[in-house]
């Protein structure tokens, strides 16, 4: 049981250059998040999904796009990378929400850096 | 979306309880409390979570009062692998609509 599995682990990109990082879940879980920490600060929302085929904006959407075209994989996409978007990106699972909070539970994150 | 406050930091020594308050005074009446756990080059991980009144598990305890405009959470006996970033988060109920504030670092020395 791996749990939330984020590929690749670090990666070094260009600017304008484009990428997708792979988020993998075995928990069958229905909702699905990404986030972006930067150092120092906390993770910031970039995209989620309540489930197969939907997506949503979060707290900082600008320069990302997500498809969740299965229900165990959420994809986050840069189309033209910047130096802004130089960060650790965090991928997260959780039930769906309901009577009572459900954990989210994360993955090791993707290091990126963008020259 | 209530807001949470926390300590930016935290200093401790090894086997003294550590207590770490939160405050969230725009608390919402079906609003749960949970808190994250992160080690440096890790996913958060979730600690424990609450509603009101107190809540224990194996790792720690949390401490809501009546009114829930604040929480705390009590690490009982601390070692230095508790040395961490914890985070309180508010209105975990709809996915999307609660946030990570910068958290408190807490460092263990011996």
């Known amino acids: 049981n791996a749990g939330v599995t984020q590929t690749p682990k670090f990666r070094v990109l260009k600017t304008g250059q484009s990428m997708t990082l792979l988020c993998a879940q075995d928990?069958?879980?229905?909702?699905m998040y990404w986030y972006r920490q930067d150092p120092g600060m906390g993770l910031r929302l970039i995209h989620y999904?309540?489930?197969?085929?939907?997506?949503a904006k979060g707290e900082v959407p600008d320069g990302y796009n997500v498809s969740r075209l299965k229900k165990q994989n959420f994809l986050l996409g840069l189309e033209s990378a910047a130096p802004s978007q130089t960060s650790v990106y965090f991928c997260?699972?959780?039930?769906?929400?309901?009577?009572?909070?459900?954990?989210?539970?994360f993955g090791d994150g993707t290091r990126l850096s963008i020259l | 979306l209530a807001k949470t406050t926390q300590p930016i930091s935290m200093d401790s020594y090894e086997g003294q309880e550590v207590n770490i308050t939160c405050s969230h005074n725009?608390?919402?009446?079906?609003?749960?409390i949970t808190w994250y756990q992160q080690f440096p080059s890790q996913g958060p991980r979730f600690i424990i979570q609450?509603?009101?009144t107190k809540v224990t598990n194996e790792v720690a305890s949390l401490f809501i009062p009546a009114d829930r405009k604040s929480s705390t959470l009590s690490l009982p006996r601390v070692s230095l692998s508790d040395t961490a970033v914890y985070y309180c988060?508010?209105?975990?109920?709809?996915?999307?609509?609660?946030?990570f504030g910068d958290g408190t670092t807490l460092t263990v020395k011996p």
């Open positions: 997260a699972s959780s039930l769906p929400t309901g009577h009572s909070n459900q954990p989210q539970h």
């Open positions: 928990m069958n879980h229905e909702y």
């Open positions: 999904s309540v489930g197969e085929g939907t997506t």
């Open positions: 725009n608390i919402a009446t079906n609003d749960y």
């Open positions: 609450g509603y009101k």
């Open positions: 988060l508010v209105g975990d109920r709809e996915a999307g609509k609660s946030t």
